[in-house]
């Protein structure tokens, strides 16, 4: 139902029906308990469609095991991941589950240096953790369309994010610290 029909049709209702629906829209779409059933979608990427998985099987802690490797993520924040956008993003999201802001952003899919700066010193990245990766891989092809090729490369894309970001981030932080350390000087 479009927002706007929902909206209206709450209005026509007594206080106590409005409540209830917008208790229920509330519990529906801000604290979802249960996962989307299962539906095909379609991958605008690639235009396959995408599998949803009808429930996520979450042990007595709330995890759910991606792959055989045992990786585990919160059942929560599976639901709260957007299954209608494209496998790229999705895989992106999960991978900010598995790993942390600095691991992805020092760290590649092999760990090799790139042959594209053979030639620049450039420090070489640690590699991801190959069981997370390979669960990882394993959970993107189980539950979309997407290749182990296009989850790889969805990986790299978003350690190369990552690490963009934090320089940026340090480029930020450096900008203050000397704006900060130049107001000082100036008072004296």
């Known amino acids: 139902m479009p927002p706007l029909r929902r909206a209206y049709d709450l209005f ?13 829209f509330i ?3 801000i604290f979802p308990n249960e996962c989307i059933n299962q539906k095909i979608l379609e991958n ?10 009808e429930s996520f099987v979450a042990d007595e802690n709330g995890m759910v095991l991606i792959g055989p490797n045992g990786t585990k ?7 709260l991941i957007n299954w209608g956008s494209n496998g790229p993003s999705i895989t992106r999201k999960v991978l900010m589950e598995v790993f942390d802001r600095n691991t992805l952003a020092f760290g590649s899919l092999t760990g090799k240096p790139s042959p594209a700066f ?8 640690s590699q991801l ?6 669960d990882v891989i394993h959970f993107m092809t189980e ?10 490369g969805s990986i790299t894309t978003k350690c190369a994010d990552e690490n963009k970001m934090y320089r940026q981030r340090q480029k930020k932080r450096m900008e203050l610290a000397l704006k900060i350390k130049t107001k000082k000087l100036r008072k004296f």
């Not at 029906?17 to 917008?22: R, S």
């Open 129 to 134: 953790d190959p069981l997370k990766v390979a």
């Open 44 to 53: 605008t990427t690639s235009n396959e469609p995408i599998m949803l998985p």
């Open 118 to 125: 053979a030639d620049i010193a450039k420090p070489t990245k």
């Open 27 to 29: 519990e529906q779409n």
């Open 73 to 79: 993520i919160s059942k929560k924040k599976l639901c």
């Open 143 to 152: 539950y979309t369309e997407m290749t182990a090729k296009e989850v790889k």
């Open 12 to 24: 026509q209702v007594d206080e106590a029906d409005q409540l209830e629906k917008e208790l229920s």
